[in-house]
């Protein structure tokens, strides 16, 4: 998985560091990933009721949900925190008008999790891979904010201790943490939690058949593709006119 492009060498991150893109173009670009992972956490939900063959899972997916939503962090939701500390840099992500390559990722996500047509291991497979994704790809969204506050003359936003997952959360609430709060305690905590402990819901399931195994294989990858196509559309300059993905 961590060979796919968009995780290995992200073409976003990429034209960034060669300052292919400007800051404004970036700002646009965060704002499309934070619309992304905030309609999640709502396919997640859908996704919880296409589990109920699997119980475990569908258990541990609504506990996650709970934390997204959160349940540890004060009653702040995880979206609620992220907005907050970009707006803090005038990136107001919150605002962001989805364009045609974010819609397209929506549209088949949402069909994978709430089309009705799907089996219950299809849509597991498709869960745990954004769930799977969610620690890389929150440690490329880092050094892309890095490069954009490199550009703007501003000090480092997220340390390099919290892209590796070791940072120390100093904040003494929600309402006080900073970026490097934000994504160190995800990187480090709640998303290789939420990963993990779906995977084990999954093998804890007394019976799976071959066919069953398939289906989590192609939902897996379905969205690997998906976050492939999407974050090589986000790299193209803004209009690009491209094909719908598929």
Known sequence: ??????????PVLKAAQLNELSPARI???????????????????MGSHMLSKIPAARDEL?????????????????????????????VKANLTVWDAGTRDILAALGLFVGGGSQSEYFVAGVIYALEATATPELQVVGRILNEYARMRGLPQLITDEALV?????????????????????????????????????IASEPKVEWSDRVQFATGFRSV???????????????????????
């Open 27 to 45: 700002e646009e670009i965060v704002g499309q990933y934070v619309g992304l992972v905030t309609m999640i956490t709502s396919y997640l939900f």
């Open 62 to 90: 609504v506990r996650n949900i709970g934390e997204e939503r959160g349940s540890l962090t004060g009653g702040y939701t995880h979206h609620e925190i992220l907005n907050r500390e970009l707006m803090k840099l005038g």
């Open 165 to 201: 997952g070791r940072h120390v959360v100093r904040a003494a609430s929600a309402s006080e943490m900073d970026l490097s709060d934000f994504f160190g305690i995800h990187i480090e905590a709640f998303e290789p939690g939420h990963r993990d402990r779906f995977a084990q819901a």
């Open 224 to 246: 690997l593709t998906l976050m492939e196509l999407w974050w090589e559309r986000l790299a193209l300059p803004a209009g690009t006119d491209v094909a719908t993905i598929s």
């Open 1 to 10: 998985m961590n060979k796919r492009k968009f995780l290995a060498d992200n």
